[in-house]
């Protein structure tokens, strides 16, 4: 926003003061409003697509060259659905859950930076507005679950709740690691905190062991934060239809799940941001076309985390919920205090080589001793009399 | 070596290989199984069956439905509707002129199938069948049920072939003998195209219990008794006998009292049962008039391919009008050979 102010205050000399303030404001806006939904639409049939290969099948291929209409024909089908409201349902409430459960999704974008200088608000404590922003999500799917009067959306929202609470705490504190290694809350400060080192992609902190680990546990963090399988037992269909939007339908539903996936995407842009590197990669400091070099970086490094998430969605099947919540509190939140301690240790060491080397002996010893724990806790394997 | 999560990525490696797969299936159908329907089909299995068609050999004018209306009687939802065509002077054409199947009745069962004898239906394996109105457009006419005896070949090529084989050696048969049936009425089949079941444990006359049958020796003795006391109650009011020779598999004596041809009104005649030989049904009409032995001399359909019903056939045949003793398409030779014994017997050819 700044950046686009200070570039285009010049050419409105003897305009109204108001004017680039306006269309500084304005752009972003229209940006994240247009782009990123955009790149929802997309990833739905981009996800569609792949999980169809994954299963043998072409997925949606019908609708224009390789399906590439198949989101307009969806959200023209949604558009065009009956809207039904639960005769018992709290009806205000019951509207406002699906946009409320958009708007934290959007605002999420505000902070993710895309190039050098070019983020929609330049936020000094952008991390803490993210946390705080994406935990609103959970009042939505609450609200939803509460408002349809209807016990299966109840439990879902209930698990959201739980589910949520539960995984923003090793969240945070692993992004709490990356918030010291750079010294800033401010997301580009953080990026541009992995420049350092000499080496353009050794400076990611997803290279540096604690980074790793803050990744993973970070990675796995937002797969839950936005109820995306593994992690999907707020909508698991084959126990509680599907949780807290059973009750919805038409465009209303399709709001659920635009702030569910725009969450996802904006999650995968924090989780770039963080460890990633965000947008940095060669070629960012060519004069004139850097900047969208270092945009192309950035949205590269976003599909790929968007892919991985789809991936991992084809592959792996929805955890349990006591096993959900023992991972979370069991592994997840031992791992990620360890790794605040290691991110000092890190930092006070001088030799970052060796600093290298002792931080992954600390973290991968902790890995194993919490695995040899956790698989102690076990049932143990059970025999079938009748299967060979 | 195991460690926590290993699991995790060995299935992340299947999907991938499977991801993968697709791009370099090629169409083996191995990683990408997807038929994309109305542009791709899959081969249909040779024994495939939808509905049934109408076999023509060379051009559709030479059908070889007869319009027996066999399968008419058959067709366990009775959805085939058959009318025989007739030329001006009102003379039967052995052929069909209306002959609908309601496809949204047919149950693809394929009985009609077994029952012709004349080979002239068959079942064919094309699907698509959908139309857009619910009533008429779901009935298939003449038109739309003839297809070539190509097309058989093509569809079921070893079904076909052995129909083929049979229907020639039957040809072959028939030019032979140089008998003066109709053309169209080729095969030689059994008179009775759909023989009724007959009862597997009664031999000889009797109700046997089976031996393993739970009784007593008492009760097998009791339940003998009145097992066949039964059978001669039924049989002595005249109203079944019928009912006793298919439970009994054979033909009951005729006993004095219970001569129903001189009885039994016209039309409920009890031997009209196509289940029951020839030879029964001779048994049967022993002590009855010509016209009664003759009529049951009939295949019994009543298809009107000779012009009459079978009763009316017989009258007529009886009566001196009739001449013609190979009228009676699904007898076929066995009927017409018996027609002629008859006609002998009673000193009228
Ligand atoms: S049984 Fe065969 S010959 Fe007789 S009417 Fe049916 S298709 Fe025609
Ligand atoms: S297949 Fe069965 S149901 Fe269909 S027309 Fe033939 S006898 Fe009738």
């Known amino acids: 926003m700044e950046t686009i102010y200070q570039l285009i205050a010049g050419w409105f000399a003897g305009k109204p003061e108001w004017l680039p303030l306006a269309i500084a404001i304005a752009v972003p806006i229209l940006f994240i409003v247009g782009v990123y939904p955009a790149i929802f639409a997309y990833t739905t049939l981009v996800e569609r697509k792949a999980l169809g290969r994954v299963q043998n099948r072409y997925g949606p291929n019908r609708v224009g060259r ?41 605002l999420l974008f505000a902070i993710v930076p895309i190039a050098p200088g070019l983020v929609p608000v330049n936020l000094n404590i952008g991390i803490l507005f993210a946390f705080a922003i994406s935990t609103a999500s959970v009042l939505a799917l609450f609200m939803g679950g509460w408002a ?51 080496l353009e992609i050794a400076g990611w902190f997803v290279f540096q062991p604690w980074g790793f680990v803050g990744f993973v546990l970070f990675a796995i963090g937002a797969m839950a934060e936005s109820a995306r399988t593994p992690f999907d037992i707020p909508e698991a269909e084959s126990e509680i239809i599907a949780g807290y939007h059973t009750e919805y339908s038409g465009f209303k539903f399709a709001l659920f799940q635009l702030g569910e996936y725009l969450a996802a995407i904006a999650m995968a842009g924090i989780t770039v941001t963080m460890f990633l590197g965000g947008y940095l990669g060669p070629g960012i400091h060519i004069p004139y076309i850097g900047g969208f070099i270092a ?31 023992g991972f979370a509190w069991k592994v997840l939140l031992p791992m990620s205090i360890l790794n605040i301690a290691v991110v000092g ?10 600093a290298w080397g002792v931080t992954a002996a600390i973290l991968g010893l902790a890995f194993v001793i919490l695995a040899k724990i956790s698989a102690a806790g076990n049932i143990e394997k059970r025999t079938y009399r009748y299967a060979n | 070596m195991g460690f926590l999560g290993k699991g995790l990525f060995q299935g992340m490696a299947v ?12 169409g083996t159908r191995e990683k990408l199984v997807t038929y994309q329907y109305p542009e791709e089909k899959p081969p249909l299995p040779e024994n495939s069956r939808s509905f049934p068609f109408l076999v023509y050999d060379g051009t559709p004018d030479a059908m070889r439905c007869v319009a027996c209306k066999i399968c008419e009687t058959e067709c366990p939802p009775q959805c085939i509707y058959i009318v025989m065509d007739r030329d001006e002077k009102g003379k039967p054409q052995q052929r069909p002129k209306v002959f609908d199947i309601d496809i949204s009745v047919c149950m693809q069962c394929q009985i009609c199938v077994e029952v012709c004898p004349f080979e002239a239906i068959k079942m064919d394996n094309d699907y698509e069948k959908s139309q857009y109105g619910r009533f008429d457009d779901l009935i298939e006419h003449l038109p739309d049920l003839l297809k070539s005896n190509e097309y058989y070949n093509e569809i079921k090529p070893t079904e076909a072939k052995a129909v083929d084989a049979k229907l020639k050696a039957e040809a072959e048969k028939k030019a032979k003998k140089g008998t ?20 597997a444990t009664a031999p000889a ?17 009791w339940l ?26 054979e033909t009951p004596v005729p006993l004095p009292e219970a001569t129903p041809a001189a009885e039994a009104p016209a039309g409920g005649w009890p031997w009209h049962d196509p289940g029951l030989g020839m030879s029964q049904r001779m048994d049967l009409v022993k002590a009855a008039p010509l016209a009664d032995k003759l009529m049951a001399a009939m295949a019994q359909t009543d298809c009107h391919a000779c012009g009459y019903d079978c009763r009316g056939y017989a009258d007529a045949i009886a009566a001196g009008s009739e001449t013609d003793l190979s009228l009676c398409l699904p007898g076929e030779a066995e009927t017409a050979k018996k027609l002629e014994e008859l006609m002998k017997e009673a000193g009228k050819l």
């Open chain 1, 66 to 106: 390789w399906g590439i209409l198949q989101p307009l024909a969806d959200g023209l089908k949604l558009l065009t659905k009956e809207d039904i409201v639960p005769r018992d349902a709290d009806k205000f409430t019951h509207f406002l859950a699906p946009v409320i459960a958009v708007i934290p999704s959007v």
């Open chain 1, 148 to 198: 349809s009067r209807n016990k299966f959306s109840l439990l879902g929202a209930m698990r959201a709740v739980a589910q949520v609470v539960s995984y923003e705490v090793p969240m945070v504190l692993a992004a709490v690691a990356v918030v010291m290694a750079a010294g800033s809350l401010s997301t580009l400060d953080i990026v541009k905190a992995q420049t350092r080192g000499g």
């Open chain 1, 295 to 325: 945009a192309f970086w950035f949205f590269l490094k976003l599909g790929c985390m968007i892919l991985l998430n789809i991936w991992i969605r084809g592959t792996w099947p929805r955890v349990r919920v006591d096993q959900l919540m």
């Open chain 1, 345 to 354: 240790l890190w930092h006070f060491m001088g030799n970052k080589v060796l």
């Open chain 2, 15 to 26: 999907t991938a290989r499977n991801f993968v797969g697709t791009y370099f299936d090629r």
């Open chain 2, 180 to 199: 003066s049936k109709p053309a169209a009425a080729a095969p030689a089949k059994p008179a009775a195209p759909a023989p009724a079941p007959k009862p």
């Open chain 2, 205 to 221: 006359g009797k109700i046997t219990i089976p031996e393993d049958a739970p009784f007593t020796a008492e009760q097998r003795a």
């Open chain 2, 224 to 249: 003998a008794g009145f097992l066949s006391a039964g059978g001669v109650a039924t049989s002595g009011t005249g109203v079944s006998p019928v009912a006793v020779a298919e439970t009994t598999g």
